[in-house]
């Protein structure tokens, strides 16, 4: 099965601007095949923004984000492997979505192994 990744992507983003957000991403900086300005990069991580009106020739496939964006005035590519995307918020108030680890995690985006059974009844946890 394909990566829900890119879906839950497109989704969020139509809805952050939707209603009037500013989405950003946060992006692990040190995954193969990124290419984002790195003096920008603080412990391991970039958050862009990737709002219309602040990027060009934007692109969310099923494999990759990439746009082109100004960095203190200079123009630059961005590329982002989907797998590199940790999380897409809402700038103004935080919402949004943060994603596991694509390398055989469990979650949405991949099988892992299942947690060991035990004998104890399942019990729920107020967490605030």
């Not at 790195?38 to 990439?66: C, M, R």
């Not at 700038?91 to 099988?111: H, V």
């Amino acid at each position: 099965m394909t990566s829900s990744r890119p879906y839950l992507l497109r989704a969020l983003l139509e809805w952050i601007v939707d209603n009037d957000c500013t989405p950003h991403i946060v992006v692990e900086a040190s995954m193969d095949g990124v290419r984002v300005p790195e003096e920008h990069v603080k412990d391991g991580q970039i958050v862009l923004n990737i709002s219309p009106s602040a990027i060009q020739q934007f692109e969310l496939t099923n494999e990759y984000v990439a746009f082109s964006a100004r960095f203190q005035g200079q123009p630059r590519e961005v590329y982002v492997p989907i797998a590199a995307v940790a999380a897409i918020f809402a700038r103004e108030n935080g919402n949004g979505m943060a994603f596991t680890p694509e390398n055989g995690a469990s979650g949405p985006d991949g099988p892992g192994d299942e947690p060991p059974r035990d004998s104890r009844k399942p019990s729920l946890k107020v967490v605030k």
